[in-house]
């Protein structure tokens, strides 16, 4: 198992529950941070603090529209951190295998 050099940072982006919600309203659509915001019952400057996560993580990109910035998710990315929980989880059904193996020998 490889695991890619910002694992780190995409799940401990991952890891926020509003960092979460921000990714799933960018995926498909760009939304602008201004919009993002006024979503949330916090501050503009964290919820951009939230993007800025999500940004080094590579899960989004911004792109300047006029004044405002437009977020979309990167699924590529995403792709990247399924697979690595895949190839995770793939392991753990080998060794589960392997037990009920050993159980179910007759001794």
Do not use: C, N
């Not at 050099?5 to 960018?26: K, N, P, S, W």
């Not at 400057?45 to 993007?51: E, I, L, R």
């Amino acid at each position: 198992m490889v695991v890619d050099q910002g694992a780190d940072r995409v799940f401990h982006a991952l890891a926020d529950a509003t960092r979460r919600d921000i990714l799933a309203r960018v995926i498909h659509d760009g939304w602008s941070v201004s919009a993002l915001a006024s979503r949330y019952p916090m501050s503009f400057a964290a919820v951009q603090k939230h993007v800025a996560v999500l940004e080094r993580a590579g899960l989004v990109t911004k792109e300047r529209r006029g004044r405002e910035q437009v977020v979309h998710g990167e699924v590529t990315t995403l792709r990247r951190a399924a697979g690595l929980l895949g190839e995770i989880e793939e392991l753990w059904r080998h060794r589960v295998r392997g037990i009920e193996d050993v159980l179910g020998r007759d001794t």
